[in-house]
């Protein structure tokens, strides 16, 4: 199956700090989707990115697709409490979840 | 319906018991997915159905685990034997189309199963 890698695991802020993880594959993409899991929680779709270098943004939320297609970002301007969760990426029709990017912030 | 909802939310198996996990998804959603997600790790793919088709199973870890979704609808994962292993929140997902990588996938609240 695809292999596709975020970093970091774990990532410990203090509230008002940025965050960013990043979710590399070793193929290139069709797109790829972001996923954000609260504590105890299930999945909730965040984003769609389908063009090579293509930006979008949600408020504070900021996501990026690399041009050659084999990475994205997602960066959290000025973190808040409620952003507390885990992040994956998401890729193909099987929907190959990331490892994950566990963000606690602490107040 | 609201949302994917799934039934139990809690199942505690002794170790060799069959369980049957219900899905329900999100009425008129063509595609419905199963999850494994084990504690601390993200989901990983089980199967998924298009309608009544059972499109790709190549996630299921072995033959004692087993999915229908006989009229397209309600899904049901049944895991035969149960082992210790098995012992996972299993997630359920639908989207409206024909689940290609550039659906959103809508998820149930899963189902916590251990196995003791």
């Known amino acids: 199956g695809q292999q596709v890698m975020q970093i970091p695991q774990y990532q410990h802020v203090q509230e008002g700090e940025d965050f960013t993880t990043y979710c590399n594959s070793s193929?290139?993409?069709?797109?790829i989707q972001w996923y954000k899991q609260r504590p105890g929680g299930h999945p909730v779709f965040l984003i769609q990115?389908?063009?090579?270098?293509e930006v979008k943004k949600q408020k504070r939320l900021t996501f990026q697709f690399g041009e050659a297609k084999k990475n994205s970002s997602l960066h959290i301007t000025a973190t808040q409490t409620t952003d507390v969760g885990t992040y994956f990426c998401?890729?193909?029709?099987?929907?190959?979840f990331g490892t994950g990017t566990s963000l606690t912030v602490i107040p | 319906g609201a949302g994917v909802s799934q039934s139990p939310r809690y199942k505690v198996a002794k170790r060799g018991q069959d369980v049957a996990l219900r899905c329900d998804p999100i009425?008129?959603?063509?595609?419905l997915f199963w999850y494994q997600q084990a504690l601390g790790q993200g989901p990983e793919f089980l199967t998924y159905?298009?309608?009544?088709?059972?499109?790709?199973k190549s996630g299921l870890p072995s033959d004692r685990f087993f999915a229908e979704r006989p009229e397209g609808s309600v899904s049901t994962l049944k895991i035969q034997r149960t082992q210790q292993e098995d012992s996972a929140v299993y997630l359920c997902?639908?989207?409206?189309?024909?689940?290609?990588?550039?659906?959103?996938?809508?998820f149930g609240p899963g189902t916590r199963l251990t196995v003791l």
């Open positions: 997902a639908s989207s409206l189309v024909t689940g290609q990588a550039t659906d959103t996938q809508y």
């Open positions: 193929t290139t993409l069709s797109n």
């Open positions: 990115l389908v063009k090579s270098g």
């Open positions: 998401v890729t193909g029709n099987q929907f190959y």
């Open positions: 009425s008129g959603h063509v595609s």
């Open positions: 159905f298009q309608n009544e088709a059972q499109l790709d």
